[in-house]
């Protein structure tokens, strides 16, 4: 059973960095195809795909955002950590981790956690 | 910047069918976009549905089905149940690095 959970501040000030852990059980991200990607969606508005990393390490970023972003995993915790720099108001969203696999026939997301909502105020 | 449309809303009656559009603003979305389609309820963290153009997860209803109508994908719910009223997004993707998802559709069941 795959489960996923994010953690970290829901509440952040203008300037400050945001870090948020997404803790995984039910898969390793040492298996081939497998990754975890991390999704926003601002309050009433739709989702927003900010990135990925993958079981050999490759990450992918959203262009609009890729300066402000850094996802790192560690594999022996089952954890993927997602950094995003300079946090504005418009920032303000829930956050969600998902399970994803990744191959040359198949591209899906499956499993999500539940969101944490992050508040940008100072 | 790729963008990714969908209807904002669109009504049906319990028992009706339904299609739900996702077109793309690079040109027409074929199966090597892999589409995906989400469930969302209010409160609720999304819920996958269709990959791949039209593969069901396992715990997809066999009322959804994917496919590709037209130059766009194309999410169609058949015999509506109330339970289905929900948004539904479409996630397209280009390339290795790019991942869209459509604005959204608003289903209501009257």
């Known amino acids: 059973q795959i489960t996923l959970k994010e953690s970290g501040p829901m509440l952040v000030k203008p300037t400050q960095t945001l870090t948020l852990t997404c803790s995984f059980s039910g898969f390793s991200l040492n298996t081939g195809s497998v990754g975890v990607g991390w999704i926003r969606q601002p309050p009433g508005k739709a989702l927003e795909w900010l990135a990925s990393i993958h079981w050999n390490g490759a990450e992918r970023y959203t262009p609009s955002l890729q300066s402000r972003l850094t996802i790192t995993k560690d594999t022996s915790k089952n954890q993927v950590v997602l950094t995003m720099t300079n946090m504005d108001p418009v920032d303000t969203a829930t956050y969600y981790c998902a399970h994803r696999h990744t191959s040359h026939t198949h591209r899906y997301f499956d499993f999500w956690g539940q969101g944490i909502l992050v508040t940008v105020s100072s | 910047q790729t963008v990714v449309t969908q209807e904002p809303s669109l009504a049906v009656s319990p028992g009706g069918t339904v299609t739900l559009t996702c077109a793309s603003s690079t040109g027409a979305v074929t199966s090597g976009n892999f589409p995906n389609w989400f469930q969302q309820k209010p409160g609720q963290a999304p819920r996958a549905l269709i990959y791949?153009?039209?593969k069901k997860h396992s715990w997809t209803p066999a009322r959804f089905s994917g496919s590709l109508l037209g130059d766009k994908a194309a999410l169609t719910l058949s015999n509506v149940q109330p339970e289905d009223e929900a948004e539904y997004y479409c996630l397209l993707y280009f390339g290795a690095a790019q991942l869209v998802f459509g604005g959204g559709t608003r289903l209501t069941v009257l």
């Open positions: 791949n153009t039209g």
